[in-house]
């Protein structure tokens, strides 16, 4: 019989009120989404992102596995001493130093596994590769972490999209033998004769299970589409037999305990699982600041040195400091920098790799210059001698985790006495809205749009969709508010659709950065989710309505037609193309409006815009509205200088003609004294802008909001997500949500009723990319570089392909004209005069990696 154990593992009455920008002391950074972080102990920047750590036997040497391939650091100087790619990138996590220091295995992102030696410098070589078999299905097996048999002679690995353990014999380099596990095997380690794994996607499903598709396997789900959790393997050895145990969602590291437990982060379930080693019982530590806190801590790591387990919490950039004992006691939390990722402990050091780092800015400039894809990891060296002072850091913790905030953000206090406003003060108090739309666009950057609007701080030199472009956006943004401090949270759509409609990123997308082998998920792959859920499964879930126009789908056009074929359909009235959807959440194409296309480059936004104003009018007619209306104009994502398509002004001039349908069509219905619209973009990939690459553009309108101000207040996705919930009634997701600030400063008191007028677009729609034979040598070169950029999904483009995507939209527009390389991604250079960054170090491009 299963025995199971819960403690809540919190450190109680060490809260502080969250502190504003202006009052930070001058060692703390604001991240994009809207977490300050101040690391102890001695800090080094690095260009990527970590995801594993292994030290060297000797404690001289630390072993970073990140996106690029691994970093050798010197454990003594805490510098780095050498930098070596890894062909094929780098998977979720995977690497391991043998016994005796002298051989070094990492895990890339296709199928292969890197084996180096290990000099008396410290320096690796590579030597040969490992290949596993590919999967059946196609694509690449996709290792992730691996252990060693006991006497070193062979290799196991988690092979992810094969659900099953790869052995290989060390000394012919060959697979030995392998055996199926769980789904989705992700780490794995030898203890008491078996080898365990944690495996996301957890057992293969019974008959009758309500399923999804994963990287194609199928994974039992629930009816918000996300995997019902995870599981821990135990494997026999030699012949791989095993049985396994429930876990929480996202089992991440596997440890081994002093006294045979086994330790397991749950990454996606805010808990920590230690498990007998015959599986028959197990302690749930849930692993918060706070007990009280909502979703969001994300342990996925862990370190041990027999006496506490240390385990990071990426969500709240702390290592929570566990005692061990048979009933282990939280002892306190270390701060860290964004996203804790890897811990080792050696030599009475605690070593922290932080993925997310200082929030993507390089200490140097490139020759490319800059994008959102500009990483920066910091690793941690925290002597443990930190510990005596455990409780100051704690209070550190829960300082910057804005504890007080996130706890009142979270309680209701319904009081019907209350005089309805826009934003109410308290959860529960009344809103005078009762419909809430969330416009969802895709990738530009606040100069890229609005840097020409001389009231916003705002750089018209970057500004390549200015008022001819975007017409409306800029009626819009003068005649309602005008947000010049708004930023998006996340880097690409991956994982800026989970922060737009999810209020957070989930391991999977922090640590697939190496190459998003397994999946690239549009709101299709259940183990990619965050267990909060949705944005719809909150507003479903508290008894509101819901009405999806787009938002998940890759809609096709049927019969199948070029963008200009659709195009001349909807402008003729033709009726000739129908659009097939495929939204891969079934709980939420059974709320979406199913002849409203989704993704497609090839569909007018102006067409969706339509959909969505047809379906508007006749619930005009019968006076039933959403309370959260999402739709999704994905068209200023532009399709570069792709011939025969749009140009970018003109794919621009689609998507700003769509919005300003759009909300002249609200303004004039009955529910438009009671509706308030938001327009954002997902993401801000493709941008530059002098504050930073993660500012964008957001548009807040409503009656309420006709006030022609300029709003500086600091905002972001997830304080669009808590404002929108706090209007309708509902607390947050989770802890990212919470914390974010109501954007009150939004609204006014009183109405202004009169309805928007919509403009007309000054650029053609139909102003198309000329043909290869009609391109001047630069027109041909811009052409060339972006022909191969995938577009069959939002924003699938690696580094070098975003770099050129950006030139070629500037080329489009701007022609010779020198490209702003030192604008482009998250330079942060003007952070510091908005407030919200008091290090001068980054954004002076100080080329010094050490601070602390």
């Keep these: 019989m299963l025995r199971v154990a819960v403690l809540i593992l919190t450190v109680a009455g060490l809260t502080a009120w969250f502190q504003v920008p202006q009052k930070q002391k001058v060692d703390d950074n604001l991240m994009a989404n809207g977490q300050f972080i101040r690391p102890v102990g001695t800090t080094l920047v690095i260009p990527a992102r970590p995801v594993s750590m292994a030290i060297h036997p000797s404690g001289k040497w630390a072993y970073v596995k990140e996106n690029r391939g691994l970093t050798v650091i010197e454990t003594t100087s805490w510098k780095t001493l050498q930098e070596l790619s890894s062909s094929g990138g780098a998977s979720y996590t995977g690497l391991i130093v043998d016994h005796a220091g002298k051989r070094l295995w990492l895990s890339n992102a296709a199928s292969v596994i890197h084996e180096g030696t290990i000099g008396e410098d410290g320096k690796v070589t590579w030597t040969r590769d490992l290949t596993l078999p590919k999967p059946k299905i196609g694509g690449e097996a996709y290792p992730c972490g691996m252990a060693l048999s006991s006497d070193q002679a062979e290799l196991y690995s988690c092979a992810s999209r094969t659900n099953e353990i790869v052995v290989f014999n060390l000394q012919s380099g060959e697979v030995k033998r392998s055996f199926?596990?769980?789904?989705?095997?992700?780490?794995?380690?030898?203890?008491?004769?078996?080898?365990?794994?944690?495996?996301?996607?957890?057992?293969?499903?019974?008959?009758?299970?309500?399923?999804?598709?994963?990287?194609?396997?199928?994974?039992?789900?629930?009816?918000?589409?996300?995997?019902?959790?995870?599981?821990?393997?135990?494997?026999?050895?030699?012949?791989?037999?095993?049985?396994?145990?429930?876990?929480?969602?996202?089992?991440?590291?596997?440890?081994?305990?002093?006294?045979?437990?086994?330790?397991v982060a749950n990454a996606n379930h805010d808990t920590v699982f230690l498990v007998s080693p015959d599986l028959k019982s197990k302690l749930e530590i849930v692993a918060k600041p706070n007990?009280?806190?909502?979703?969001?801590?994300?342990?996925?790591?862990?370190?041990?040195?027999?006496?506490?387990?240390?385990?990071?919490?990426?969500?709240?950039?702390?290592?929570?400091?566990?005692?061990?004992?048979?009933?282990?006691?939280?002892?306190?939390?270390?701060?860290?920098?964004?996203?804790?990722?890897?811990?080792?402990?050696?030599?009475?050091?605690?070593?922290?790799?932080?993925?997310?780092?200082?929030?993507?800015?390089?200490?140097?400039?490139?020759?490319?210059g800059f994008s959102v894809y500009d990483y920066t990891g910091v690793l941690q060296d925290v002597d443990l001698k930190e510990l005596s002072d455990l409780t100051q850091h704690t209070k550190t913790v829960n300082m910057l985790n804005a504890t007080q905030e996130v706890l009142q953000a979270s309680s209701a206090e319904k009081n019907s006495t209350v005089k309805p406003v826009p934003v109410p003060k308290k959860l529960g108090d009344p809103s005078v809205f009762k419909h809430v739309i969330y416009v969802i666009k895709e990738n530009r950057t606040y100069d890229q749009v609005f840097g020409d609007i001389k009231k916003g701080d705002g750089d018209p030199n970057l500004c390549i969709f200015g008022r001819q472009v975007t017409p409306n956006q800029h009626a819009l943004a003068e005649e309602f508010v005008l947000l010049d401090n708004y930023y998006c949270n996340g880097v690409n759509s991956a994982d800026g659709h989970a922060w737009t409609v999810e209020g957070n990123a989930t391991s999977h997308f922090e640590r697939s950065f190496g190459g998003f082998t397994r999946s690239y998920p549009f709101g299709d792959d259940p183990l990619s989710p965050s267990t909060s859920g949705f944005i719809w499964d909150n507003v479903l879930n508290y008894g509101k309505s819901f009405r999806n126009y787009g938002e998940f789908d890759y809609a096709t056009?049927?019969?199948?037609?070029?963008?200009?074929?659709?195009?001349?359909?909807?402008?003729?009235?033709?009726?000739?193309?129908?659009?097939?959807?495929?939204?891969?959440?079934?709980?939420?194409?059974?709320?979406?409006?199913?002849?409203?296309?989704?993704?497609?480059?090839?569909?007018?936004?102006v067409l969706r815009a339509d959909v969505f104003i047809k379906d508007l009018e006749e619930r005009d007619k019968n006076g039933t509205f959403p309370n959260l209306a999402i739709l999704y104009l994905p068209e200023d994502h532009t399709n570069g200088t792709s011939p025969g398509m749009p140009t970018p002004r003109a794919f621009?001039?689609?998507?700003?003609?769509?919005?300003?349908?759009?909300?002249?069509?609200?303004?004039?219905?009955?529910?438009?004294?009671?509706?308030?619209?938001?327009?954002?973009?997902?993401?801000?990939?493709?941008?530059?802008?002098?504050?930073?690459?993660?500012?964008?553009?957001?548009?807040?309108?409503?009656?309420?909001?006709?006030?022609?101000?300029?709003?500086?207040?600091?905002?972001?996705?997830?304080?669009?997500?808590?404002?929108?919930?706090?209007?309708?009634?509902?607390?947050?997701?989770?802890?990212?949500?919470?914390?974010?600030?109501?954007?009150?400063?939004?609204?006014?008191?009183?109405?202004?009723?009169?309805?928007?007028?919509?403009?007309?677009?000054?650029?053609?729609?139909?102003?198309l990319n000329p043909s290869r034979s009609a391109l001047s040598k630069e027109g041909l070169k811009w052409a060339k570089a972006t022909a191969s950029i995938p577009f069959d999904k939002p924003d699938q483009m690696d580094e070098e392909e975003t770099d050129l995507f950006n030139r070629a939209i500037w080329y489009s527009v701007k022609g010779s004209k020198p490209y702003p390389a030192k604008w482009a991604g998250a330079h942060g250079k003007?952070?510091?005069?908005?407030?919200?960054?008091?290090?001068?170090?980054?954004?002076?491009?100080?080329?010094?990696?050490?601070?602390?």
């Design 180 to 263: 199926p596990t769980d789904i989705a095997p992700f780490d794995c380690a030898m203890a008491n004769g078996h080898l365990f794994v944690s495996c996301w996607g957890g057992p293969r499903p019974l008959t009758g299970a309500k399923t999804a598709d994963s990287a194609g396997t199928q994974v039992e789900i629930d009816d918000r589409g996300i995997a019902k959790g995870g599981s821990l393997a135990a494997h026999q050895l030699p012949d791989g037999k095993y049985q396994s145990i429930a876990t929480g969602l996202q089992p991440s590291q596997v440890l081994p305990l002093k006294d045979g437990r086994i330790a």
């Design 291 to 368: 007990k009280a806190f909502p979703f969001g801590s994300a342990p996925n790591a862990l370190a041990t040195d027999d006496q506490n387990l240390y385990v990071a919490c990426g969500g709240n950039n702390a290592v929570a400091v566990i005692e061990l004992a048979e009933k282990p006691t939280i002892k306190g939390f270390l701060p860290t920098a964004w996203y804790p990722s890897a811990l080792q402990v050696q030599n009475g050091h605690l070593y922290v790799a932080n993925n997310k780092g200082t929030g993507a800015r390089r200490t140097t400039e490139s020759h490319k």
């Design 557 to 605: 056009p049927d019969p199948k037609g070029s963008w200009s074929e659709v195009y001349q359909d909807w402008k003729n009235k033709t009726g000739k193309f129908k659009f097939k959807t495929n939204i891969g959440v079934d709980r939420l194409r059974r709320y979406s409006h199913l002849e409203s296309p989704g993704w497609n480059m090839g569909i007018p936004d």
């Design 652 to 767: 621009v001039a689609d998507n700003d003609l769509a919005v300003g349908k759009v909300v002249e069509a609200v303004s004039k219905t009955k529910f438009w004294k009671e509706t308030v619209i938001f327009v954002i973009e997902d993401d801000p990939q493709n941008g530059f802008d002098h504050i930073d690459g993660h500012r964008s553009t957001c548009l807040v309108i409503s009656p309420y909001s006709r006030t022609g101000k300029v709003v500086t207040n600091f905002y972001n996705q997830t304080s669009v997500l808590h404002t929108m919930q706090q209007i309708l009634g509902i607390p947050p997701m989770n802890q990212m949500d919470a914390r974010s600030p109501l954007m009150t400063a939004c609204f006014a008191p009183k109405p202004n009723l009169a309805p928007f007028k919509a403009l007309p677009n000054q650029i053609p729609l139909d102003e």
């Design 830 to 852: 003007g952070l510091k005069k908005k407030g919200l960054v008091h290090t001068g170090q980054r954004d002076d491009d100080d080329d010094d990696d050490d601070h602390e």
